[in-house]
């Protein structure tokens, strides 16, 4: 079924379901800064048991703003990225699947310590400690035939959506 049917059986709608599996809204406000806009300096201080951005959101997984070997002085991997869609814009009650996605594009300094680590923390366990069965909602890969779920918190109670795809597809690298 579809996202907002899925948001339907949840007592959500569409925009909230997305909101928890981006980990911001459409308007790209962070959930974990409620009412603050939108913006890319905050960190997950507010949010430590992951109840209003899942610790299964991409944004969390991707970036989880924090450092994750204190001890050895070990920074978190990060890169710089930037996506730029192309194809038609999506519409209410539009027929059909024109063409259209994103070309991503990430600077960093190294492939294996930056890159292959957070692609790493998509399709399994990362930094957040999520078991390693429950990989990123938008873009992990599952095994073929593999069941995915997508679990979060909502209001205090624990949802779960089956995913049965990710809703994005590698074309070329």
């Not at 970036?63 to 194809?87: A, K, M, V």
């Not at 990123?136 to 890969?141: E, H, K, Y």
Request: aromatic share 10%; glycine share 12%.
């Amino acid at each position: 079924g579809s996202v907002a049917e899925a948001g339907a059986k949840l007592g959500m709608d569409e925009e909230q379901i997305y909101g928890k599996m981006m980990g911001r809204t459409r308007a790209g406000e962070p959930l974990a800064r409620p009412g603050e806009g939108a913006t890319n300096d905050f960190d997950y201080a507010n949010d430590a048991q992951g109840k209003l951005c899942p610790f299964q959101a991409h944004i969390r997984r991707t970036n989880p703003r924090q450092t994750i070997d204190d001890e050895n002085f070990r920074p978190t991997p990060r890169f710089l990225r930037r996506g730029l869609s192309y194809g038609p814009a999506h519409r209410d009650g539009e027929e059909g699947y024109p063409e259209r996605g994103i070309f991503f594009m990430a600077y960093n300094s190294s492939i294996a310590e930056q890159f292959e680590v957070i692609q790493r923390w998509v399709n399994s366990g990362n930094s957040t400690g999520i078991p390693t069965f429950q990989n990123d909602p938008l873009m992990g890969v599952s095994p073929p035939g593999s069941r995915r779920t997508f679990c979060f918190e909502h209001e205090g109670e624990l949802k779960r959506i089956d995913v049965p795809t990710a809703f994005v597809e590698l074309k070329w690298g």
